[in-house]
T-cell receptor, first 111, second 110 residues
């Protein structure tokens, strides 16, 4: 069965500091991978998705970036965090058969 | 762009049925999903339905799809306090990238 790992679970970072969130998927190959953000009082927002190694599509302009160095690894980064980057970040995967799942999420607070 | 709309809150009494409604605008939707997010936790896929189906039942959960009206509903029978959570409706087309609603907060009280 497929499992998805995401860490850290919680993170408190000062404004202007860098960010690196990591996500790995097990039990499937060549998944589509996604980073979502859920801000307080808002729905889920798709930030990035990837259909393969090194292939990243950005859905919203912002100071975040994503990379996929390996087939089942997806990383969300920032060089300098903003207060508005606070939120709940979810990594997700999906297959062509509409199956998929979400990671446990990372609660990021930028102070 | 595509929109998915759902009411923000629903309050029910324990033991009653809950019905969470969702509307979407993308006529090319292929899959429609219901996710559950418990406080402080990640999303859990509850169920999904293909757009060529009109109903799917899984234990206490019943999903109804009216494709003509682009209306999706999730019915939870015999709602329990453990069902209290935020329920997200989502749809995806051929790209398999889902668009989510804002979530419905289900509050179950005794």
């Amino acid at each position: 069965s497929q499992t998805i790992h995401q860490w850290p679970a919680t993170l408190v970072q000062p404004v202007g500091s860098p960010l690196s969130l990591e996500c790995t998927v097990e039990g499937t190959s060549n998944p589509n991978l996604y980073w979502y953000r859920q801000a307080a009082g808002r729905g889920l927002q798709l930030l990035f998705y990837s259909i393969g190694i090194g292939q990243i599509s950005s859905e919203v302009p912002q100071n975040l970036s994503a990379s996929r160095p390996q087939d089942r690894q997806f990383i969300l980064s920032s060089k300098k965090l903003l207060l508005s980057d606070s939120g709940f970040y979810l990594c997700a995967w999906s297959s062509q058969q509409a199956t998929g799942g979400f990671g446990p999420g990372t609660r990021l607070t930028v102070t | 762009g595509e929109d998915v709309e759902q009411s923000l809150f629903l309050s029910v009494r324990e033991g009653d049925s809950s019905v969470i409604n969702c509307t979407y605008t993308d006529s090319s939707s292929t899959y429609l999903y219901w996710y559950k997010q418990e406080p402080g936790a990640g999303l859990q896929l509850l169920t999904y339905i293909f757009s060529n189906m009109d109903m799917k039942q899984d234990q206490r959960l019943t999903v109804l799809l009216n494709k003509k009206d682009k209306h999706l509903s999730l019915r939870i029978a015999d709602t329990q306090t453990g069902d209290s959570a935020i329920y997200f409706c989502a749809e995806s087309g051929g790209s398999y990238i889902p668009t989510f609603g804002r979530g419905t907060s289900l509050i179950v009280h005794p």
